[in-house]
């Protein structure tokens, strides 16, 4: 199946200082890329809907100048969680979708980013 | 209402048991459904699609009922290995261009032996 590969894994940041997460398509071009919030024991939440080379569509409740999305290609999506609080701490999860005769393809997960910020 | 509704469990069964989860949904237009399974600290991985017909994928079976706006996945011969959170997902209408996933909170199965 496709690949989708999410960096970093893990990563603890200071109160303050921003951190940037990167989602790649290896294997084929996603016309769209999602980034997902998980909470301990919760679901995962729909952050924002991001399109290959234009502004990333933010779901409601989510600050579109604190998690900066760039989809600069088909095969690159970032988040960028800007001033980053304990409040930010989840598990960030990409995930990508290409289109075959104008139909989604699956869904592929990245393997997550854990973010812990102290 | 949430947009997909599960039991969160936990669901607690012997090895080989029959156990099986229910999801509601609250849009009659989606389109699409899936169930994933999410191991802890993993990401989400498809297990099945659904599919109105309902269909079956060795011990897997699931079920879509869109009158009731219910989906069902029913797991035979439960092994340890089935031990995770299994998560009812939904595809929206194609019509609002909402091709992004929303998952229910996830169905946590144990498997003991």
């Known amino acids: 199946g496709a690949v989708v590969s999410q960096h970093p894994s893990r990563v603890i940041c200071k109160s303050g200082t921003s951190v940037k997460i990167e989602c790649r398509s290896l294997d084929f071009q996603a016309t769209t890329m999602f980034w997902y919030r998980q909470f301990p024991k919760q679901s995962l939440m729909l952050m924002a809907t991001?399109?290959?080379?234009?502004?990333?569509?933010?779901e409601q409740g989510v600050e579109k100048d604190k998690f900066l999305i760039n989809h600069a290609s088909l095969t690159l999506s970032t988040l960028t969680v800007t001033s980053a609080h304990p409040e930010d701490s989840s598990f960030y999860i990409c995930?990508?979708?290409?289109?075959?005769?104008?139909?989604?393809?699956?869904?592929?997960f990245g393997q997550g980013t854990r973010l812990t910020v102290v | 209402r949430k947009e997909v509704e599960q039991d969160p469990g936990p669901f607690n069964v012997p090895e080989g048991a029959t156990v099986a989860f229910n999801c509601t949904y609250s849009?009659?237009?989606?389109?699409?459904f899936f169930w994933y399974r999410q191991d802890c600290r993993k990401e989400p991985k498809l297990l099945m699609s659904?599919?109105?017909s309902g269909n079956e994928d060795g011990r897997f079976t699931a079920q879509l009922n869109r009158a009731s706006q219910y989906i069902s996945l029913l797991i035979r011969d439960s092994k340890l290995s089935d031990s995770a959170t299994y998560l009812c997902?939904?595809?929206?209408?194609?019509?609002?261009?909402?091709?992004?996933?929303?998952f229910g909170s996830g169905t946590r199965l144990q498997v003991q032996p």
């Open positions: 659904v599919y109105s």
């Open positions: 849009n009659s237009a989606s389109q699409s």
């Open positions: 995930s990508a979708r290409g289109e075959t005769q104008g139909l989604d393809t699956e869904a592929f």
């Open positions: 991001s399109n290959e080379g234009s502004k990333a569509t933010y």
């Open positions: 997902v939904v595809n929206g209408p194609l019509d609002t261009g909402r091709r992004a996933l929303t």
